[in-house]
C-alpha cells in the first residue's frame, strides 16, 4: 500500500492476555518506530527499528513489552500480561534515512487497545 | 533529556484569521522539528519538517520558522478554514536520540 497500515485497528482483551500489535510500514523504509498515545496527549517514543534490529529500545516501559522486525519490514508490537494501564492508542510510523539523520516519519492509523 | 511544551493548550477562532502556534523545547541541540495533525481519532498527518540549518518552511497556507537558539518553533496558519480544526503536535528530534512529542495545541476554527 502507499502508506502504513497497523492491525487490528481496534483491540479489545481482559487483564492478564496476551496481544500482538502489527505495523506494515512504507515499502523501502528502513527506519521504523512504536509509539503509545494517551488520551489527550502527544505520542511517547517506545521503539525504533534500523533494518531488523532494535536501534533504540528505551521507551518500552517494562519488560512485558517486546517487539520484533525479522524480515526488516514488517514489525509486531508484543504484550504480555496486558494490565488496564495498558489501554492507550499504538502509532506506528515509519521513515527513510539519510546520511546523518533521518528523514519525516510518517503514521499509520493506529491500533486502539483497550484492556478491560 | 528533552522536554516540549505547546501553547496554547486549546484555541478557538472564526473562521478566515491568521494564527500562530507555538512550540518550545529545552534541548537546543536539535537534529530537525517536524510539525503533525491529528484528527480525532486518526493517526498523525505530516504537515511540515524543518531541518536544524534551515530558518523556516512552508506549504501552502502553513508556515513553520525554527529558532533553535532559543528552542522555539512557530506554526503560522494564514486564512484558517473549518477544516484546520484538529490538535497540532510538534516534535524535535535531537542528535541521538527520537522524537519527543509535544501535548499539542487543539485548533477550531469556527465558520
Known amino acids: 500500500g502507499a502508506g502504513v497500515s497497523q492491525t487490528p485497528s481496534n483491540k479489545v482483551t481482559e487483564k492478564g492476555k496476551y496481544v500482538e500489535l502489527r505495523c506494515d510500514p512504507i515499502?523501502?523504509?528502513?527506519?521504523l518506530y512504536w509509539y503509545r498515545q494517551s488520551l489527550g496527549q502527544g505520542p511517547e517514543f517506545l521503539i525504533y527499528?534500523?533494518?531488523?534490529?532494535?536501534?533504540?529500545d528505551s521507551g518500552l516501559p517494562n519488560d512485558r513489552f517486546f517487539a520484533v522486525r525479522p524480515e526488516g519490514s514488517v514489525s509486531t508490537l508484543k504484550i504480555q500480561r496486558t494490565e488496564r494501564g495498558d489501554s492507550a492508542v499504538y502509532l506506528c510510523?515509519?521513515?527513510?534515512?539519510?546520511?546523518?539523520?533521518?528523514?519525516?516519519?510518517?503514521f499509520g492509523p493506529g491500533t486502539r487497545l483497550t484492556v478491560l | 533529556k528533552q522536554e516540549v511544551t505547546q501553547i496554547p493548550a486549546a484555541l478557538s477562532v472564526p473562521e478566515g484569521e491568521n494564527l500562530v502556534l507555538n512550540c518550545s523545547f529545552t534541548?537546543?541541540?536539535?537534529?530537525?522539528l517536524q510539525w503533525f495533525r491529528q484528527d480525532p481519532g486518526k493517526g498523525l498527518t505530516s504537515l511540515l519538517l524543518?531541518?536544524?540549518?534551515?530558518r523556516e518552511q512552508t506549504s501552502g497556507r502553513l508556515n513553520a520558522s525554527l529558532d533553535k537558539s532559543s528552542g522555539r518553533s512557530t506554526l503560522y496558519i494564514a486564512a484558517s478554514q473549518p477544516g484546520d480544526s484538529a490538535t497540532y503536535l510538534c516534535?524535535?528530534?535531537?542528535?541521538?536520540?527520537?522524537?519527543?512529542f509535544g501535548p499539542g495545541t487543539r485548533l477550531s476554527v469556527l465558520p
Open positions: 527499528f534500523q533494518g531488523t534490529g532494535a536501534a533504540d
Open positions: 516534535a524535535p528530534r535531537s542528535y541521538g536520540q527520537n522524537f519527543v
Open positions: 534541548d537546543s541541540a536539535i537534529y530537525n
Open positions: 515499502s523501502g523504509h528502513t527506519a
Open positions: 524543518i531541518q536544524s540549518s534551515q
Open positions: 510510523a515509519s521513515s527513510t534515512r539519510v546520511a546523518g539523520g533521518y528523514n519525516e516519519q510518517f
